[in-house]
């Protein structure tokens, strides 16, 4: 194993003679081979995460187990505890700059895993239904080639091992606005940053990449529609909350379907509804909650803006009040068109033209999109679909599955990105 890795080190110098091809060829056949010998180990990691899976702010053994990881691969440069259980590390190469960063997320759900596997959630109504386990996984196994290879890397690679990914406890800050206000993209510099999702919808050997808009915006909304108390069978003597909500709920749906252009997605979904103690008394009040996805900044505030309108006017016409608080939690993942531009050919080399798609906006939001607003990002989902070991069901449900053999996949994706950016962007060859 050593062996093979260490010709391909004392052959590196070489190839800066050789052509630009060639050069990128035998770079390609290095990670591939590096990330099909290291990939057993990375099962290994990702079965045990899996079995331990932790809430988003309580990642503590997550933590640490990938600390511990890149210490024994022989990276010194591992700093813990950013955002509460983040973990970031730094990789030198040959020179200092130019640095890229490589963002993984690390926590699970509250689900309660359904899916028979020998090395199943042990901790009961936790999984890991979202895929963050491969997620932390890959990423060690990235940080394992890309240290192998350290000698001939143009720059520095920045490990983002990201906690609180699914939103935090109330009251508690965290996730990639956290790490972000703790100065992650600092000290040194990043250039960029890849990160990647896995995609239950997509066969493994695929990846996804979309420039511009990919994910989501996230909004949350809570709405207190407030009427007044009234016996059931008198409802003039107070006002229904009620009657109230429902008109509110039906009105609110109007501003996807008929008040937003039709060419831009917007999705608006309401998961709570809470009111009333007794079938013979109309409440006081009628609580809602839901979300809104949008992709574009100008209909996300012309959403933000209907939403109230449309819900306040409601409830006043129904003789009640409506009480709204209408909360940013995320922008949408927007994908650097230009580096989207400058790295698609590097997905095409790593899984084949064919299996280098490009993806249509998805409407579920990540937080990566932070990393976004700061410095130019590319996100890219990976295929983890194969019907024959029942890799089927989507994420954050109880039978969640995926391929491993994606895992290669993902790791020769991430390690290659690297790679060729800092290639690029450090003027040496292009690969
Ligand atoms: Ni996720």
Not at 11 to 19: E, G, K, R, S, W
Not at 150 to 160: A, C, F, M, Q
Not at 243 to 263: E, F, G, P, Y
Not at 326 to 340: I, Q
Request: charged residues 20%; negative net charge; hydrophobic residues 45%.
């Amino acid at each position: 194993m050593r062996r093979r890795t260490l010709r391909w080190l004392l052959v590196f110098p070489l190839l800066c003679l050789t052509p630009e091809s060639q050069a990128g060829d035998e770079g390609l056949a290095a990670v591939k081979s590096l990330a099909e010998q290291f990939a057993p180990q990375v099962v290994a990691w990702r079965r045990d995460l899996h079995a331990h899976p932790e809430l988003s702010n309580r990642e503590q053994r997550t933590a640490q187990t990938v600390a511990e990881i890149l210490r024994e691969i022989g990276i010194t440069d591992v700093r813990t505890g950013v955002a509460r259980h983040g973990v970031v590390a730094l990789i030198h190469g040959n020179r200092a700059t130019p640095v890229i960063a490589l963002r993984a997320d690390m926590d699970a759900l509250p689900v309660q895993e359904a899916t028979g596997l020998p090395f199943a959630s042990q901790n009961p109504g936790v999984m890991h239904a979202c895929g963050h386990d491969a997620h932390t996984s890959m990423l060690l196994g990235t940080a394992k080639v890309l240290f192998e290879l350290r000698e001939s890397l143009p720059g520095s690679v920045k490990l983002i091992f990201q906690p609180a990914e699914e939103g935090t406890p109330p009251g508690e800050e965290g996730g990639a606005a956290l790490m972000i206000k703790e100065g992650v993209l600092r000290e040194p510099e990043v250039g960029a940053i890849f990160g990647l999702h896995v995609a239950p919808d997509l066969p493994t050997g695929q990846v996804a990449y979309r420039a511009g808009g990919m994910l989501a915006s996230v909004d949350r909304f809570r709405v207190a529609v407030r009427g007044k108390q009234s016996h059931a069978a008198m409802p003039w003597q107070g006002a229904d909350p009620i009657v109230a909500a429902a008109h509110v709920i039906t009105a609110v749906h109007t501003i996807a379907s008929h008040r937003v252009d039709a060419r831009q997605p917007v999705v608006i979904s309401i998961g709570i509804i809470r009111g009333g103690q007794a079938w013979n008394i109309i409440p006081e009040q009628v609580v809602l909650e839901g979300t809104a996805r949008t992709h574009d900044k100008t209909v996300r505030d012309r959403v933000a803006e209907l939403f109230r309108t449309v819900v306040e006017q409601t409830a006043a016409a129904h003789g009640t009040q409506a009480e709204i608080e209408f909360s940013d939690y995320g922008p949408p993942v927007w994908n650097d068109p230009e580096l989207v531009a400058r790295m698609k050919p590097t997905l095409a080399r790593v899984v084949g033209e064919a299996n280098a798609v490009e993806s249509p906006p998805v409407m579920v939001g990540e937080d990566f999109a932070h990393y976004g607003q700061q410095i130019p990002g590319m996100f890219v989902f990976l295929g983890v679909r194969n019907e024959a070991v029942g890799a089927v069901h989507p994420l954050h449900t109880p039978q969640f599955v995926l391929d491993e053999a994606a895992l290669s996949v993902g790791i020769r994706t991430l390690s290659q990105l690297a790679i060729d950016w800092l290639t690029r962007t450090a003027g040496e060859p292009a690969p």
